[in-house]
């Protein structure tokens, strides 16, 4: 089974600053990792696939990079509804599996 | 627009079985695979299983191999968890969701979520 790794578990960013998540493989999934938002009460949302490409809905702020074992989530400026949990799952493999999630708070 | 309404969530005892529903609605559904994916309170996302587009390949993670069964009706536009032998760590919001493709690589659209407690 692939680990996957997110780091830091939590950050504190103030409105307008920003933010950098980290993702990591325990082993190559090449791109084939996706990015998930979820709000409190709210089901997860496809944020990014591909490792890069943006899902419907998602401002060009939120950009992702990487591959293999390594990946990054920015968010170049933060605004209020982007405060949330990021979650990363990979699907390179069988079982997928998805790091176990950064929390984005308000500074 | 796409949704999924889960249902089905309930509290039963350990050992116990439950059987999940979700009912899709906004998009073609025999054109793509679906999963569960379940979230214990507080908690991470865990992938429980997921089916392809008819249903001849069906896929667990360990954990749920040989307990839980999933399946679906294309004439009903809907997929199904049956869970056996629930155990207190099944505790979860069970969420249905519908994959990128015909099989299954990443979840594009997630429904709510249904609550399920193996409690004694």
């Known amino acids: 089974e692939i680990v996957m790794t997110q780091s830091p578990a939590t950050l504190s960013v103030s409105p307008g600053e920003r933010a950098t998540l980290s993702c990591r493989a325990s082993q190559s999934v090449s791109s084939d990792l996706a990015w998930y938002q979820q709000k409190p009460g709210q089901a997860p949302r496809l944020l990014i696939y591909?490792?890069?490409t943006r899902a419907t809905g998602f401002p060009a702020r939120f950009s992702g990079s990487g591959s293999g074992t390594e990946f990054t989530l920015t968010i170049s400026s933060l605004q209020s509804e982007d405060f949330a949990v990021y979650y990363c799952?990979?699907?390179?493999?069988?079982?997928?599996?998805f790091g176990q999630g950064t929390k984005v708070e308000i500074k | 627009e796409v949704q999924l309404v889960e249902s089905g969530g309930n509290v039963v005892r350990p050992g116990g079985s439950l059987r999940l529903s979700c009912a899709a609605s906004g998009f073609t559904f025999d054109d793509f695979g679906m999963s569960w994916v379940r979230q214990a309170p507080g908690k991470g996302l865990e992938w429980v299983s997921t089916?392809?587009?008819?249903?001849?390949?069906?896929t667990y993670a360990d954990s749920m191999k040989g307990r839980f069964t999933i399946s679906r009706d294309n004439a009903k536009n809907s997929l199904y968890l049956q869970m056996n032998s629930l155990r207190a760590e099944d505790t979860a919001f069970y969420h249905c969701?519908?994959?990128?493709?015909?099989?299954?690589?990443?979840?594009?659209?997630w429904g709510q979520g249904t609550l399920v407690t193996v409690s004694s």
């Open positions: 089916i392809n587009w008819n249903g001849d390949i069906t």
């Open positions: 591909g490792a890069s």
């Open positions: 969701a519908k994959c990128s493709s015909t099989s299954c690589y990443y979840f594009r659209y």
């Open positions: 799952q990979q699907y390179n493999n069988w079982p997928r599996t």
